[in-house]
């Protein structure tokens, strides 16, 4: 059964910091490289961070320095710390393999005041 749930989001002031949770199911986790998306009313949904099986990874540009993608293989679970969280950071945040598939968890929503 394909599962994918994202936690942690939350309002935050500009500055501040979120950690987001993405439990995902076995048959996902382990085959893949990983990524967290974002999205924005009226937008594509853009990829900010992954990290492949092995621990690699890599960032969009808007999101370098200050986003910190993780993940734990004996738990089938990523993660992405956020620090200096900017108002443009404001988006509903999903997991997901990377290239994705046909299927989106719920999200979870990320609210950054100015």
């Known amino acids: 059964q394909v599962q994918l749930v994202e936690s942690g989001g939350g309002l935050v002031q500009a500055g501040g910091s979120l950690r987001l949770s993405c439990a995902a199911s076995g048959s996902i986790f382990s085959m893949n490289t990983m990524g967290w998306y974002r999205q924005t009313p009226g937008k594509a949904r853009e990829l900010v961070a992954r990290?492949?099986?092995?621990?690699?990874?890599n960032y969009g540009d808007s999101v370098k320095g200050r986003f910190t993608i993780s993940r734990d293989n004996a738990e089938n679970t990523i993660y992405l710390q956020m620090n200096s969280l900017k108002p443009e950071d404001t988006a509903v945040y999903y997991c997901n393999p990377v290239p994705a598939i046909d299927y989106w968890g719920q999200g979870t929503q990320v609210t950054v005041s100015s």
């Open positions: 990290i492949s099986k092995a621990g690699s990874t």
